[in-house]
């Protein structure tokens, strides 16, 4: 993992998540087993000898249903959360004949939506990437995210209103055009980060609603949700293409992190015990490695408009606006990474790299 993006090692971080995904499916058997090593001889048996046989590892009403499934099957958020919930499944004890074809019957449908996405041509590099609708994995994830979030003081129930809420809403024509104008505006400014984005985005699902402006879930790896409001333009002039751009950007970061953490740790995990730290992202106190995804997701968005106002590619665009978006966000970069610097002992070598080149960025 590093502050610069890079596609070779999202796609070594995503390969990680597929094999954590198939390995949760096939011991469901939900998925066909790993190719079985050479058999060794045994000698036959004879009956009444020892015993009848073993009774052989699956029986036969649970045999896996999907031989061969794909990296982009794997790497499809509604494939990840499925296989989620078969692991969760699993902690309870082998599953019953009737909750494998439940399981079974939902790997289906996450699959169906898998193989209904076109490839997406940008500049080039194919993306599988869907503007998303409402679908049930999406819904279960924007659900817990509204359990898991605290009402601000103006979101709560008001003089007999109802609480503030968000739900997936469908994408308008004027919508995907920006979303295309988003893409186009990556590909122009910084092509190193949308090469990394094709491997770390699948889905983009807008919520409408005042409750939650953007978030990722791990258990639907690969979907970026954003607030609505993202794709608009900005009272202080920011068109909704460039929000939506570091948008991407931004919750893409996360994607990135989450992979990355699979196969290298930033932080070593009694950090997560420690105390809560202060973040210039959220009010509350979030733990070590919130931040710490914090820094990271700052570090890029300050390179991103370093090169807006430094680049010849891109829109022609309000450099003054540019200046005062990348002055903050240079600073919050250098508060995050102040506040790591104290606690670098909860740090990995690769944590405290990494915080090393996002100071630099502070500095740039």
Known sequence: MDIEPNAAEAARDQRGVCRLTLGALRRATLAAPA??????????????????AAPPHHPPALAARHPGLTADDLGHPAVIELAHTAQRALRSGPLTPERHDE????????LALARAVPGRDCGGRPWRLELAGPQPHLSR??????ADTPPAPAAGARNGAAPATSEV?????TERATADEAIRLLAAVWPAMLDELTYTVRQIAL???EAIEGFTDFTVHGAVFLGRERLTDEPDGLPAPLRLAEALLHEGTHQRCNAALISTPLWHRTAEQGALVATPLRADRRPLGGLF???????????FYRRLLTGRSG???????????YARHREDVGQAATTLEAHRAALTDEGRRVLARA???ASA
Do not use: F, I, K, N
Request: aromatic letters at 2%; zero cysteines; glycine letters at 6%.
């Open 169 to 173: 809403r469908a994408w308008t024509d």
């Open 359 to 361: 100071g630099a960025e």
């Open 207 to 209: 919520l409408s609603g």
């Open 293 to 303: 995804h914090q820094m990271v997701v700052l570090s890029r968005s300050a390179s």
């Open 35 to 52: 190719p079985a090593p050479a058999p060794v001889p045994v000698p036959v048996p004879v009956p009444g000898a020892d015993g009848p």
């Open 103 to 110: 399981l079974a019957a939902r790997l289906d449908t996450a």
């Open 315 to 325: 829109p022609a665009l309000d450099q003054e606006l540019l200046r005062t978006r």
């Open 141 to 146: 994830s924007v659900a817990r995210a509204l």
